[in-house]
Structure formats: C-alpha cells, structure tokens
C-alpha cells in the first residue's frame, strides 16, 4: 500500500477519525533553502499543503506533501544564539545522565552542523560518533566525529544509540523511518521533535509547511515507537514546550505488555492536562498521581485542598504549592480548568467553586 492510500487513516495510530485543520495553495516547499537572487526566490516551487489531525492520538499530517531533496543549498543552523546554545548543552546532557555508561558507539542521523553530536562527545570521550546528513557535499572526520555526506541507510553501523533530532518532522511516513533506524536494533533511540500539541495552541498556523510534514506529541511518539519494539525512558517538553524529547529503550522479548498499557495511560492523561491547570486534592493519591506525571510546580503551580492543616506546604519532589480553596480565585484564568482527583467530591468542589463566585469547568482525572 502507498503513503497515499495510506493517508485515509493516521500512520501512527491507524484510525479513520481525521478532521483537516489547515489548508494553503501557495506555500513554498522549502523552508531553509535560501535562493541567491531575487529573481530565483520569486520564481521558486511552491506547493498545496493540507494538514490533517487523528482525533485518537493527535498526530499531525500533511496529506499533500510534496517529495523533498535535502541535497539543495540548506541551512538549519542556529548556533549563533546564545539562548539555542544552552538550550542544546542542556539537552545533551539530559541524554548524557540517561545513557552513559552503557554506550559506545553513537550515530546521528539528519546531524545538521553536527552541533548537538558535538556537545554530546564532551562528556563521552571514548565514545565512537558517526553522523549522517543528505545536505553535506563531503564525508569527512572532525576530531572524533566522522561526518557521513547521505541518509542513514542500510549502514550497518551497529550504534548503541541513534539519535534523530528535528527529523521526524520532515518525515511523510513516520512509521517506515522508525521502522528503518531501529533495523540495527540499537539499544536507545533518542528523538527530538516540534510539539503537535503546542502547533495547535494559539493558532500557530506558521508552523504548517510542506517541509515539515508531520507532528507528534507524547502520545502519538509513544504510540509509534511502542510498535516499533522501544519504550519511554524519560520524555519532556522543552524550549517553552516548543519541542518535545524522548528517549527511547528497546524492549526486552519477554516484557510485560504493562510497559505498553502504562505508557500510553500516562501520555493520554499529560495530553489533556494543560500548563496552569489546578488539580483540587491533595491527598496520598494527589502526591503520587503528580509524581508518576512528572507535573511539577513550573507546569502545575497548585495543588487545592480543603485541609487547613496542608495550606501553604508543598508537594515532595515535584513542588507544588498546596492551597486552601479560599485562595483560589487569584490562580485562576480563563483557560484553565480544575481536576478533581476523587470522582466522589466533584459536586462539593462545584458547590464550594459557586460560593467562591468562581466559574470553572471541573472534571475527575478519570474522565480526562
């Protein structure tokens, strides 16, 4: 079956249920291919674009995506800002706390100006890099680093991990490139990509390009790489929840399925609770709920609860502030919501949310 045929259904997830959130008939089809002349910029290719979004896990994806060849004159870099540059040294060493020890030898593919790979090899000295990219003229060896000019294809490199940063995003079909990294069968596969969700969030319509084809989320990444034989190691939102992060280990043959049931439990729930949401409840289950999300006080400032004995205490390791339900209306905005941790209690917390004249969309986390 073609990508085409395909694109009646989500290639993450498989279902039918698509709804078409975006459309443009004049869009250039490269995003970072610079022309030298004004005359060739004016007359460069243009293409439709068309983004459609899977109503079950979120994927984004543009159903009239033009074939690209990363061999033109591109530029991705943004090693110039100082922002960007902590902001990859962080990420670098993010994936360095995760894996080392237990890696020799690493490839890149789609590495770019190999900044990331680079930043990485600082820490991992006896560590073997090779990186791959279709837009480089030369293969070539910079330090301990060897740059492949081409795609990752067929190598036989044999890494410990891959890392695929801001690739998948250029992907039509996202499962066949999962399906083509893994083939060597590496022990850890570390992705970074553009947030689906945080494209949606405030009409970020600049997002959608033919270049960038495809958008994933907690979700939909761990749908697709669950199927693909890996599981979530960590994943975060980064770079003001522009981008996301995940890495990746390869799943034992004999793994219980709890890996799978877990993950997309925990992932469909952090889809739905948005930053600045309040969760009413600050008891044992609370704690523990928070903890195993990972929803700490930058995402989830407060925590409600009745007891005056918790107000003003905090929650352990994730730092939420625990408040009396008479300081509430000061967190309070028009778009966030209140999650009620036991079913039992909604009609209370409403009853209690209309004394305080506060008007709020209130729903148990088991109904999110």
């Known amino acids: 079956m073609s990508i ?49 979004q899977c109503n079950e896990c979120g994927f984004l994806f543009n159903l009239t995506y033009k074939q690209l060849s990363y061999e033109v004159e591109y530029d991705a870099s943004r090693g110039n800002s100082e922002i960007f540059n902590k902001y990859l ?4 060493n993010k994936l360095f706390k995760s894996v ?13 100006d190999c900044q990331f790979s680079e930043e990485l090899s600082t820490n991992m000295p006896d560590v073997e890099f090779s990186c791959y990219d279709p837009s480089w003229e030369l293969s070539e060896k910079n330090g301990r680093i060897n740059k492949i000019a ?8 044999c890494p410990d991990l891959i890392i695929a940063r801001h690739v998948m995003e250029h992907q039509s079909d996202v499962n066949g490139f999962v399906e083509s990294i893994s ?3 590496p022990e850890y596969i570390f992705i970074e990509v553009p947030c689906s969700s945080y494209v949606l969030k405030d009409n970020n319509y600049h997002y959608f390009s033919n270049e960038h084809c ?22 975060e939102h980064v770079f003001n929840e522009e981008n996301v992060i995940a890495l990746y280990k390869k799943k034992l043959i004999n793994e219980n399925a709890i890996d799978d049931s877990f993950s997309n439990w925990k992932y469909k729930l952090l889809n739905k609770i948005n930053k600045n949401d309040i969760i009413w409840g600050a008891a044992g289950k609370g704690v523990m709920m928070i903890n195993i999300l990972g929803l700490d006080y930058k995402y989830i400032p407060v925590v409600v609860d009745a007891n005056a004995n918790l107000s003003e205490k905090f929650f352990p390791i994730t730092g939420n502030k625990i408040i009396h339900p008479s300081h509430l209306k ?5 778009n966030n919501k209140i999650i009620a941790m036991n079913e039992l209690y909604v009609e209370e917390i409403k009853q209690e949310l209309l004394k305080l004249e506060i008007n709020a969309n209130v729903i148990f986390i088991g109904d999110l």
């Open 330 to 334: 000061k967190y309070m905005t028009e």
């Open 150 to 157: 081409g795609l990752y294809e067929n190598q036989k490199e």
């Open 183 to 185: 083939k060597e069968d």
């Open 100 to 112: 080392k020890g237990n890696i020799s030898k690493i490839v890149e593919v789609g590495a770019g």
């Open 4 to 52: 085409n045929q395909k694109k009646n259904k989500c290639l993450v997830c498989a279902s039918n249920n698509l709804s078409s959130i975006f459309r443009n008939t004049n869009q250039p089809i490269y995003n970072l291919n610079y022309l030298q002349s004004r005359e060739e910029a004016l007359n460069s290719e243009f293409s439709e674009v068309c983004f459609m």
């Open 214 to 235: 495809s958008y994933l989320d907690f979700l939909s990444l761990n749908i697709l790489m669950n199927n693909n034989g890996y599981f979530a190691k960590f994943q």
């Open 89 to 92: 040294i962080d990420v670098a």
